[in-house]
C-alpha cells in the first residue's frame, strides 16, 4: 500500500492527511494521484466511500498557488449539500497551506458569496446553476482555471445538466486539465466526455462488482399497502445509529417523514423543494444525531458521506441501477460495514432483477419481520439500556425506592412493569401514504443489457436535450409509469438552474 509520502507531496499537504488520520492511500489516490500531478486528464471510477474525493483532492490543493490570488480550481457537484461537503475536506487537506476552497451553490444569499469571491479563493467547488449565475453577472473570474472536476461525472453528465456543464466549460481556458469521478460510469456517458477532454486516460479500480463487499444486500417483497408497516417493523428490530430512507418523489419523502413521526420515530425528510435553510438543518440534525431517521429522494443519494449511517432503506425500489449502487453507498464507507435493505412490490421483481444484474451481485431475499420479531427487537434494546444503566453506578438514589417498591411487589413483576415502560411498543397509528404505480422495468433498458451494453442512464431526466452532448434516443425508453409522476421526481438541479 501507497502511504502519502510516495507521492513526493508539500510537506503542509502531507501533515494534513496525517492530521487528518489518512495514513495509506487507498487503491483510487493510489492509481490517480501521481498521474493527476502530472496534469493527464482523467476519469476515475472507485466504489462509493473509497475515497474519490481525497483522490483529486489531494492534487488539486497540492497544484494551486496561493500567491497567485485568482481561481485556479473548480469543482463541479450535482447537490448544494456534496459542494459543502467537498469543500470542506478540501479545506481540511489544505488547512495547513494557505489555500482556500469556497463552496458557492444555490439557495445562499448571492451578495455573501460575492464577498466571498473577492477575497480571492484558489478552489471553488459549486453546484452549476449557481456558477452561471456568477458566470453571467461576471463576478466570478475563469481565466487562471487550470483544473476542473466533474464529481459524480455521470450525474452531471446526464441531460439535466449536461448543456450547464458544456456552457460553463466553454468559459474555461482550452489549456486545464479535467478529470471526472463517479462510483459509476456508464459508457455512454465516457462517451460524452471524451468531447471535452484531452486524451483521457481511464483509471477503474477493478472490483466484480460496482457495490462493496462490505454492504450487506437484502430485499423484501411486499404488497405496496404492506410497505410502511414493514419499514417500521424493520426499523424496530435493526434499531439502526442512523438511517436513511430513500423514497421516489418529494411528495412521498414527506408522507414518509410525517407518518415515522406518527408512529414515534425522530424522522426528517430532505428534498429539492425545500428551502436550504430547512435542508442544512435537517442535515445538520442527522449528523448530530438528534434525529435518527433521514427520508430523502435521490438529493441525497449522491456523494454524502455522513459518519454513523448502518442502514440505508429502499421503500422504493430505485428506478436505475446506478441510483441503487449511490443510494446503498450512503453506508458501508471507508471499510465500515452497513445493511441496505430493498422493499419491491411483487410487480417490481423484473425490475429487482435488472438492477441486480446491472451490478452483478445478489441481493439476498429475506421473509417479511413478524410482528413478534418487532417487539423482540424494542425489548432488546430496552434490555441493553437497562443493563447498560445497572452498570453506569448513579443509582445510589434510586436504591432506597427500589427497596420499598419490592416490599410491595415481587422483583419480577416489578422489572416487567419497568421494561414495558421503557419498551416502544408497536404503533399501529393510522397513516396516511400515497400509493405509488409500481416501477417496472422498460423494454429498451432491458434490450440494452441483453446487448451488453448495461442500462441507459439518464432515463429520469426529462427536456434538457440537445447542445452537442446529448445523445439520439436518450428519453425515449422511460418505462410508462415513470411519466406519470414525472414531475414530482426530484430534479433538484433544475431548480439550482431555474430559480437561483
Ligand atoms: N486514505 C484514507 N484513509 C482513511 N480514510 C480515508 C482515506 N481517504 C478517504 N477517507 C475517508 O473515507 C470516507 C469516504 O471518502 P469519499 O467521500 O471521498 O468517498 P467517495 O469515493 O467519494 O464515495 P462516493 O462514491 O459515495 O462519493 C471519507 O470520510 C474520507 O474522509
Ligand atoms: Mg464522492
Redesign the pocket.
Known amino acids: 500500500m501507497a502511504t502519502?509520502y510516495d507521492f513526493g507531496l508539500h510537506h503542509l499537504v502531507a501533515r494534513a492527511?496525517s492530521d487528518?488520520?489518512?495514513?495509506?492511500?487507498?487503491p483510487?489516490?493510489a492509481e490517480t494521484i501521481p498521474t493527476v500531478l502530472q496534469g493527464q486528464d482523467l476519469i476515475g471510477q472507485?466504489?462509493?466511500?473509497?475515497?474519490?474525493?481525497?483522490?483529486f483532492g489531494i492534487p488539486l490543493v497540492e497544484r494551486v498557488d496561493s500567491e497567485k490570488e485568482q481561481i485556479q480550481a473548480v469543482v463541479l457537484t450535482p447537490t448544494r449539500e456534496l459542494a459543502v461537503?467537498v469543500a470542506e475536506?478540501l479545506n481540511k487537506i489544505a488547512q495547513h497551506k494557505k489555500v482556500t476552497a469556497l463552496p458557492i451553490y444555490g439557495g445562499q444569499d448571492i451578495q455573501r458569496q460575492i464577498r466571498a469571491l473577492k477575497k480571492r479563493p484558489e478552489i471553488i467547488v459549486a453546484t452549476p446553476g449557481r456558477f452561471m449565475d456568477h458566470m453571467n453577472r461576471k463576478t466570478i473570474r475563469l481565466h487562471g482555471v487550470e483544473m476542473v472536476v466533474l464529481?459524480?461525472a455521470d450525474e452531471m453528465l446526464n441531460m439535466g445538466f449536461v448543456d450547464d456543464i458544456k456552457a460553463i466549460l466553454q468559459e474555461m481556458p482550452e489549456e486545464r486539465q479535467t478529470l471526472l469521478?463517479?462510483?459509476t460510469m456508464p459508457r455512454p456517458i465516457q462517451e460524452i466526455a471524451r468531447n471535452f477532454m484531452k486524451n483521457p486516460v481511464t483509471i477503474s479500480i477493478k472490483a466484480k462488482e460496482l457495490t462493496v463487499p462490505n454492504i450487506q444486500q437484502q430485499y423484501m417483497e411486499v404488497p405496496e399497502k404492506q410497505k410502511f408497516d414493514v419499514l417500521c417493523r424493520l426499523l424496530d428490530i435493526h434499531s439502526p445509529e442512523l438511517a436513511i430512507i430513500f423514497g421516489r418523489t418529494k411528495r412521498r419523502v414527506d408522507e414518509l417523514a410525517e407518518a415515522l413521526n406518527k408512529r414515534g420515530y425522530g424522522a426528517e425528510g430532505i428534498h429539492g423543494d425545500l428551502n436550504q435553510a430547512k435542508r442544512d438543518s435537517v442535515l445538520r440534525k442527522f449528523k448530530e444525531g438528534t434525529i435518527e431517521v433521514l427520508v430523502a429522494t435521490d438529493v441525497a443519494a449522491?456523494?454524502?458521506?455522513i459518519?454513523g449511517v448502518t442502514h440505508v432503506y429502499n421503500f422504493d425500489i430505485p428506478q436505475d441501477s446506478e441510483s441503487y449502487v449511490?443510494r446503498i453507498?450512503?453506508t458501508g464507507?471507508?471499510g465500515k460495514t452497513g445493511l441496505a435493505i430493498t422493499l419491491v412490490t411483487p410487480r417490481e421483481t423484473d425490475h429487482l432483477r435488472y438492477i441486480e444484474k446491472a451490478t452483478n451481485r445478489k441481493m439476498e431475499r429475506k421473509p417479511v419481520p413478524t410482528l413478534a420479531e418487532a417487539i423482540e427487537g424494542q425489548q432488546r434494546l430496552t434490555v441493553d439500556k437497562l443493563m447498560e444503566t445497572t452498570g453506569s453506578g448513579e443509582l445510589s438514589m434510586y436504591k432506597s425506592l427500589a427497596e420499598q417498591l419490592l416490599d410491595e411487589v415481587d422483583s419480577v413483576t416489578l422489572v416487567a412493569a419497568a421494561l414495558k415502560l421503557l419498551t416502544k411498543e408497536p404503533d399501529t397509528t393510522p397513516v396516511r401514504l400515497t400509493e405509488e404505480a409500481p416501477l417496472r422495468v422498460g423494454k429498451r433498458k432491458m434490450m440494452d443489457q441483453s446487448r451488453g451494453r448495461g442500462p441507459r442512464t439518464g432515463a429520469k431526466r426529462s427536456g434538457g436535450g440537445g447542445g452537442g452532448f446529448s445523445r439520439a434516443g436518450h428519453g425515449k425508453g422511460r418505462p410508462a409509469q415513470h411519466n406519470r409522476n414525472r414531475r414530482d421526481w426530484d430534479r433538484d438541479r433544475d431548480r439550482d438552474r431555474n430559480r437561483d
Do not use: V
Not at 472507485?46 to 483522490?55: C, F, P, R
Open positions: 502519502f492527511l487528518m488520520g489518512f495514513e495509506e492511500a487507498t483510487i489516490q472507485a466504489q462509493t466511500g473509497t475515497g474519490k474525493t481525497a483522490a461537503q475536506e464529481d459524480e469521478f463517479s462510483a449522491r456523494g454524502l458521506d459518519s449511490h453507498g450512503r464507507r471507508a
